[in-house]
Each structure stands twice: as structure tokens, then as C-alpha cells.
């Protein structure tokens, strides 16, 4: 009886030998050496919380598809610009649009999704305004009545006037006679000045004879020629060049009279 009952006890412990042998190689076989550790490891520490651990392997992580790039577009024939391509014109594809760029127009260029649409015409350009061209004064015409050296006298009264933008004066022959009789008088009596001891003031001489004026002046001068008379007065600073460019003065009288090496000048100037 007492070999029977040792015989049960040693076969059962052998059995419960392999048993859990077998146990531990199906465990490690079903389970990952780091599940294992994990679960001898929460043994030894003695820990509370669960360790969780599947016989199914875990399962794979998804792969993310590859993206695939972007399909490389055909590059476009490389664009030509036309010779002389036309402005404003209407431009009814890309090409023309970009034919417009390169050639760098600086008048716009109209882009419309209707090719049959017409561009806007530009306005006319407006010609600038030129300044009315003033014409040049008129000098009065010379009577025959004066001098080559009275002419000369005249055309560089006249000529200093238009040079100061002022309107010429005209001949008057009344005037003309008068000068004249003013210098044979200042010959006969011997002086040279403006008041006359026969005719008196260049105004009285003026009254007696019946000329009618507003206002008048009287140059007087000696000198070599008629040239360097006139700009002996054109350059006074006594009040000569004052009568001759006044502006209010419109006729005038000249005489020249020779006098030995010099010519004797007499300038009558009156507002009518």
C-alpha cells in the first residue's frame, strides 16, 4: 500500500514537471522575448497593475502609400516673339499674351476670353498746343523825302525800339522839317542846346507851327558819323535813351545836318 501510494506521488509530480515545462516553452514560443521580460520583471517587482500580453502578434503597423510626385507637365514650346508685333491688338491665347510681354509694348494689351472681340480703340493723341508765332513788326516805310543819312537814322531808332520788344515810330515829314529848321538855326546862331532864340522850347516850336501833340521830346548830339551819334544817345544817361525807347512816343523827325568833321543830329519825338 505505502509503495503504491509513493509511486502515485512521484508520477504525479513528474507530471506536473512537464506540464509546466511545456507550459513555459508554449508561452515563450507564442510570446515575444520582450513580453516575457516584461512579465517576469512586473513579478519580481511585484507590481499591482496587470500585465497585458496576447498570443496574437501584434498586428503591422500600416505603411503610409508612398505619395507620388506630381506628374512632371511637358514644358511648352518656348515662345518666339513675332517681329513688330502689333499694339493694341486683342490677344485671344497665352501665347499672344506672353508675345505682348517680351516685346515690351507700353500701349496696353487688351486680354479677352472672345477672340472675335474687338480692342477698344486708342484715344487720339492730341498734338500739343504751339504758341501763336507773333509776326514781326512792320517797320514803317521811308519817304522819299529824307537823306541817305537821315534814312540810316531812322532805320536805328527803330531798330533799338524793336530790340526792347516796343512798337516802331512812323516818319512824320512836318516833324522832319522842323528838325531841319532846328539845326540850320543852332548853325546860324551858333549854339547848341534845347532852347532856341528864335523858335524857343522844342514845345513852343511846336505849337507855332500847328503841330498837335500830348506829349514830345527832343535829342540833340554831335559826333563824327550817324552811327556813333545814335549810340551816343542809345547810351545816355541824361534822359536821351529814355525819349528814344519811350514807349508812348509813335512818330518822330530826324535831321542830320554836316557840320566841318562832325554831323550835327536832331531827334523831334511826339505822342499824337
Keep these: ?14 507530471f ?5 515545462f511545456i507550459a513555459a516553452d508554449a508561452h515563450s514560443a507564442l510570446l515575444p522575448n520582450s513580453a ?11 507590481k499591482t497593475t496587470p500585465v497585458y500580453y496576447s498570443n496574437n502578434p501584434a498586428p503591422p503597423v500600416p505603411q503610409t ?29 497665352i501665347n499672344d499674351y506672353y508675345n505682348a510681354i517680351l516685346n515690351k509694348k507700353t500701349t496696353p ?12 480703340e486708342a484715344p487720339p493723341e492730341t498734338p500739343p498746343v504751339q504758341p501763336p508765332v507773333q509776326p514781326a513788326p512792320q517797320l514803317p516805310g521811308v519817304p522819299d523825302g529824307l537823306t541817305a543819312s537821315e534814312t540810316r537814322l531812322f532805320d536805328l531808332i ?25 539845326a540850320r538855326d543852332m548853325q546860324e546862331n551858333n549854339y547848341f542846346g534845347h532852347v532856341s532864340p528864335t523858335y524857343g522850347t522844342p514845345g513852343q516850336m511846336l505849337v507855332k507851327f ?12 554831335k559826333a563824327g558819323d550817324v552811327y556813333k551819334a545814335h549810340m551816343l544817345l542809345l547810351n545816355s544817361t541824361s534822359g536821351h535813351r529814355e525819349i528814344m525807347l519811350n514807349p508812348v512816343y509813335n512818330k518822330v523827325g530826324v535831321a542830320v545836318v554836316q557840320q566841318g568833321t562832325y554831323v550835327l543830329v536832331v531827334e523831334i519825338f511826339v505822342q499824337s
Design 1 to 14: 500500500m505505502k509503495r503504491l501510494l509513493f509511486k502515485s506521488i512521484v508520477a504525479t509530480l513528474v
Design 16 to 20: 506536473c514537471f512537464f506540464t509546466g
Design 36 to 46: 516575457i521580460n516584461d512579465y517576469y520583471n512586473s513579478i519580481l517587482n511585484k
Design 65 to 93: 502609400p508612398p505619395v507620388n510626385p506630381p506628374e512632371q507637365q511637358t514644358p511648352s514650346q518656348p515662345v518666339t516673339p513675332p517681329v513688330n508685333y502689333p499694339a493694341s491688338q486683342p490677344v485671344s491665347t
Design 109 to 120: 494689351v487688351y486680354y479677352s476670353n472672345n477672340p472675335t472681340s474687338p480692342a477698344p
Design 158 to 182: 527803330n531798330g533799338s525800339r524793336n530790340n526792347e520788344g516796343l512798337r516802331p515810330v512812323e516818319i512824320d515829314m512836318k516833324l522832319v522839317e522842323l528838325a531841319r529848321l532846328k
Design 210 to 221: 500847328g503841330v498837335s501833340f500830348r506829349s514830345a521830346g527832343e535829342n540833340l548830339c
